[in-house]
């Protein structure tokens, strides 16, 4: 049974998860940290045996010195060597376990309808995710050294000396203590500076896609208004997790300079013989006060360095519980892994058999339908009765929860979704576009006869009359189309892929008489052609042009 005291919340776990592939390449390179952070304490001594040679009457001026100087740069070169290697495996690490979370969250939004805020979404894979790189890079080879590299200077200084040994025992564990303090707030603060991120991409998103409305409107000003305010919280947020990581920067470095301003303090005054204390039978010499002196300030540097990367590791808690929040949201995925895939052989029919589908609280149930290979069917029923999920259901873009669909004589499930799909075609209601050039957005890159696509769509005229013809550039919106427009070129797109269903939502909704009856024309050439048809809609004429019509609209 689990102890809520003691399993891991939602964002360590998530964390743990990310961590667990990329354990090995870390824990080595954590190693290599403390072996380059030991490898101060050799080049020390001899830094120290030199000096203190120097100062020895009985020895030679420079005697020593070029084997010393030897030594201290093989050393160097030693710990640069681990230090690169070490780094080179902490980044890789990072850069895997980022990807692979990434990948994750593209490739269910991909398959999906998505949930959640579109900006948001996007802000946390992309910006979001390379806040957890520094934690990876830092924290855990960090840890390891202040777990070894401290304990073993103090075992030195005890060693020379019993005062500097309790002065870095006594000053030491404060770092960590206040360190413990800041990390709790650090930690809140950035999880609040993480959610107003994805709320101001998603208020960003937002706007963008009403630009034309909020224009209309002459909301400008309140919009505006309404970013100013956004923004200004999220700076106030920002400023408050640097501030916070300022106000601990500057503790700790207090804490490490009252440290070693006291062992300073104590070895120059025992090695001047005014202190005759701590120290056991022989005074402090030269070499072993200076010894000390080099080590003092490393003995802090990995709680220091802890420190820093304190704010990393609460930065990427704040990141994990986003991650952790976007994967309960559990949107409903696609059947088959929208790849591409070999056409699914037999006739292009579809059976529908009991089938019901959830959508939020409302259950959707569905009259056991058959549409043969070649007819031409019209969706009707009200607002909201489920003419748009049938469609959806019937190209695997959404999963029912009762009954089955059968396509082509298969069961439509995650093995033949991609290749039904290979048949079919779509013409959403609200018209997308890639963000390329018109001939592009019709074609995709295939090789066919554009210019009968156009024309069995009567959008030829309008696309010889943009600036650049077929070369036009479109952006995502479709710019320089009118709605009547877009939805021929789409129409275009359909007749120009040949596929054996086209499943197509509203093609004449929000359009003129005449443009509806271009629309209507078009689907009709199409039918002509073998296609079968299933179009969702409101238009009695377009309807009426069907072969039969399906009423839609029970729901329980």
Not at 150 to 174: C, E, M, Q
Not at 305 to 328: I, N, T
Not at 392 to 400: E, F, K, T, V, Y
Not at 505 to 515: H, I, Q, S
Request: proline fraction near 5%.
């Amino acid at each position: 049974m689990s102890n809520p005291d003691t399993d891991p919340k939602p964002d360590e776990h998530v964390l743990e998860q990310l961590l667990r592939p990329i354990r090995g390449p870390v824990r080595l390179a954590s190693m290599l940290t403390v072996m380059s952070s030991l490898i101060w304490v050799l080049q020390a001594a001899i830094v120290a045996l030199a000096i203190g040679g120097l100062l020895a009457p009985e020895r030679e001026p420079g005697a020593g010195l070029l084997s010393a100087a030897v030594g201290f740069v093989a050393l160097g070169a030693l710990r640069a060597f681990l230090t690169y290697h070490a780094e080179g495996l902490l980044f890789a690490a990072g850069t895997r376990a980022v990807t692979k979370a990434r990948e994750e969250i593209v490739g269910r939004e991909m398959r999906t309808a998505g949930s959640g805020g579109a900006g948001s979404t996007a802000a946390l894979a992309s910006e979001k995710l390379d806040i957890i790189t520094p934690y990876i890079t830092r924290y855990a080879p960090a840890r390891a050294r202040v777990m070894i590299v401290p304990l073993v200077i103090v075992v030195i200084g005890f060693w020379f000396s019993w005062a500097v040994g309790a002065v870095l025992l006594v000053t030491g564990p404060l770092i960590p203590a206040f360190m413990a303090l800041v990390g709790m707030a650090a930690r809140e603060a950035g999880q609040r500076q993480m959610a107003d991120i994805g709320l101001l991409n998603d208020l960003l998103i937002e706007r963008l896609a009403a630009l034309v409305d909020i224009r209309l409107l002459d909301a400008g000003p309140f919009v505006i208004s309404d970013f100013s305010n956004g923004a200004e919280q999220l700076r106030s947020r920002t400023m408050n997790v640097l501030r916070i990581a300022f106000l601990s920067s500057t503790v700790l470095e207090l804490f490490a300079a009252i440290g070693v301003a006291m062992v300073a303090v104590y070895v120059g005054f025992a090695l001047l013989g005014a202190i005759g204390f701590g120290s056991y039978a022989l005074p402090l010499t030269p070499a072993a006060g200076i010894f000390l002196l080099l080590l003092a300030p490393d003995f802090y540097q990995p709680l220091r360095d802890l420190s820093a990367a304190w704010h990393d590791k609460a930065a990427a808690l704040a990141v994990a519980g986003e991650l952790s929040e976007w994967r309960a949201q559990s949107p409903p995925v696609m059947l088959g892994k929208g790849a591409r895939a070999e056409k699914l052989h037999g006739p292009a029919e579809i059976r529908l058999q009991g089938v019901a589908v959830q959508t939020g609280s409302k259950l959707i149930r569905f009259p056991d339908i058959t549409i043969r290979a070649g007819e031409s069917v019209a969706l009707m029923g009200p607002s909201g009765a489920g003419k748009t999920t049938l469609l959806r259901l019937i190209a695997g873009l959404a999963i029912a929860v009762e009954g089955t669909i059968y396509v082509s004589g298969e069961e439509l499930d995650t093995d033949t979704a991609d290749a039904w799909r290979a048949r079919l075609g779509w013409m959403p209601q609200a018209p997308h576009f890639l963000n390329s050039n018109l001939a592009d957005n019709v074609s995709f890159g295939h090789a066919g006869d554009l210019d009968e696509a156009l024309r069995a769509a009567a959008v030829a005229p309008v696309v010889d009359a943009l600036p650049g013809g077929r070369q036009a550039l479109l952006g995502e919106t479709g710019g320089g189309l009118s709605g009547g427009e877009a939805r021929r070129i789409t129409l275009a797109r359909a007749i120009f892929a040949r596929p054996d269903m086209l499943l197509a939502d509203e093609p004449t909704a929000d359009l003129d008489p005449e443009t509806a009856g271009m629309v209507t024309a078009g689907l009709s050439q199409l039918a002509e052609r073998g296609c079968s048809l299933v179009v969702a809609t409101h238009d009695p004429k377009l309807a009426a042009r069907m072969d039969r019509i399906i009423r839609i609209g029970h729901a329980a």
